[in-house]
Structure formats: C-alpha cells, structure tokens
C-alpha cells in the first residue's frame, strides 16, 4: 500500500513563499508520477502542477506557471512544491497524489491518480 504525508503548510503574507512537502512510502517511488492539486472553500479540486517518475519532467497550470516549482528526491521518497509570489487566491488545502501504475496518464484528471494525501493547508493573508 502507498501513503501519502503533506506537510510544511501554514500561514504566509502575501508575496512571500512556502514549500510544501509529500512523504510518500511506496517502494518504488521512482516510478511514480507525482501531482499537486489544491482546493479553495467552496471550489473545484484544481490541478496545480505535476512531475514525471521517468525524466522528471514538469508541468503545470497556467495559474502558477512561472511561480511555482515541483521538485521531487527520489531519496528521500518526497516530493515538492515551491511556492512563490503567494497572493490570497492561493489559500487552499494542497494535496498530493501519486501513479502507480505507470503509463500514459492525464496529469490534469485527478481520477488518473491512484493514491492521495490528506491535504495540508495554505493560508495567505491579505
């Protein structure tokens, strides 16, 4: 089974920065394409960013595009995201997710992902 930890959320100014981090257990993590995803009160789960096991390959919303970066240590089982430049719209809950299975996938469609995290929060002040 894979598990998935967020952590490093918290309370930020407005154009100020924050990484957060993804845990994950599963044994070959290496292969495991990973995404960000995020959730405001009373909105759609939105993609934010996503990284490819194979090359490591990036990609990412048009909304963060510039601003934030997904990273991932296949060493430490962990990946991240960087954030930059915060304003309000990005106070949310952010998850991470992982595929497993391996193949072709929609890195935008949260159902492509097999594994989710609990979310940790995002708040930025304004």
């Known amino acids: 089974q894979v598990q998935l930890v967020e952590s490093g959320g918290g309370l930020v100014q407005a154009g100020g920065s924050l990484r957060v981090s993804c845990a994950v257990s599963?044994?070959?993590?290496?292969?495991?394409?990973m995404g960000w995803f995020r959730q405001a009160p009373g909105k759609e789960r939105e993609f934010v960013a996503a990284?490819?096991?194979?090359?490591?390959?990036?990609l990412y919303a048009d909304s963060v595009k510039g601003l934030f970066t997904i990273s991932r240590d296949n060493a430490k089982n962990t990946v991240y995201l960087q954030m930059n430049s915060l304003n309000s719209d990005d106070t949310a809950v952010y998850y991470c997710?992982?595929?497993?299975?391996?193949?072709?996938?929609?890195?935008?469609?949260?159902?492509?992902?097999?594994?989710w995290g609990q979310g940790t929060q995002v708040t930025v002040s304004s």
């Open positions: 599963g044994r070959t993590f290496g292969s495991y394409a």
């Open positions: 990284i490819t096991g194979r090359d490591s390959s990036t």
């Open positions: 997710a992982a595929r497993a299975r391996g193949g072709t996938y929609s890195y935008r469609r949260s159902l492509d992902y097999d594994y």
